[in-house]
């Protein structure tokens, strides 16, 4: 099975704007969920998805949004950049079984850098 | 609060020693997910592994082996005779039951391995 995609892989951005980053599961997994990860603040988890609904939120601003489609990929938007947002962000999915989820499978990441 | 403690920064070792990284945890849960994972400097995660609280069975995968105890809420990980290919950042990870989507990490321990 091909793993976790992610596009795109780096982008620059200039503070204000506004970026959307994508990313495709691995084939069957229906959950996806996103994570940030900075020098300062390490890994830290934004929110999931399953089934096109949020189930799960991080502590982040309203700034960061995120959606899932039928087909499970999974989009996330960052509005208003700032340059602490410059960061690489994962996406990951998980099988699932019935509301369970299991171990979470990992994309390359989007290195965004704002300036 | 969930909170996951690698006090290890950096570990350097030559080939062939055996390397423990040290993994500490805290959760009010009483069910719980474990998890570790190594990021190479290529950045994408990898899985490892994933222990149940219920289980407290030493794993042994190859080289791998992982130490869970939960009466010191402790989830250590060692490399058996370390390889250079071993050099990256790994990360240990905590996640309730009800789910394992929303995973919080530790600050990772950067290991080195040299010829």
């Known amino acids: 099975k091909a793993g976790v995609t992610q596009t795109p892989r780096y982008l620059i951005k200039t503070r204000g704007q506004q970026v959307t980053l994508s990313c495709s599961p691995i084939?069957?997994?229906?959950?996806v969920s996103w994570y940030q990860q900075t020098p300062g603040q390490g890994l830290q988890f934004l929110f999931e998805?399953?089934?096109?609904?949020?189930?799960n939120k991080g502590n982040f601003p309203g700034r960061f949004s995120g959606r899932q489609f039928s087909n499970s990929r999974s989009e996330m938007n960052v509005s208003t950049l700032e340059l602490g947002d410059s960061a690489l962000y994962l996406c990951?999915?998980?099988?699932?079984?019935?509301?369970?989820?299991?171990?979470?499978?990992f994309g390359p990441g989007t290195r965004l850098t704002v300036t | 609060a969930q909170k996951v403690t690698q006090a290890q920064t950096e570990i350097s070792v030559v080939e062939k020693e055996d390397v423990t990284l040290d993994c500490v945890y805290e959760t009010r849960d009483t069910t719980y997910y474990l998890f570790w994972y190594k990021q190479p400097p290529s950045g994408e995660l990898v899985f490892l592994i994933r222990?149940?609280?219920?289980?407290?069975q030493n794993e042994i995968s190859g080289r791998y082996s992982w130490n869970f105890q939960k009466s010191t809420s402790s989830f250590n990980f060692t490399i058996t005779a370390s390889q250079v290919v071993d050099s990256a950042v790994y990360f240990c990870a905590l996640s309730d039951i009800t789910g394992f989507q929303k995973l919080v990490f530790g600050t990772g321990t950067r290991l080195l391995v040299s010829p």
């Open positions: 222990r149940n609280s219920f289980d407290e």
């Open positions: 084939s069957g997994h229906r959950s």
């Open positions: 990951a999915s998980s099988p699932t079984e019935g509301q369970v989820t299991y171990e979470q499978y």
């Open positions: 998805y399953f089934s096109e609904t949020q189930r």
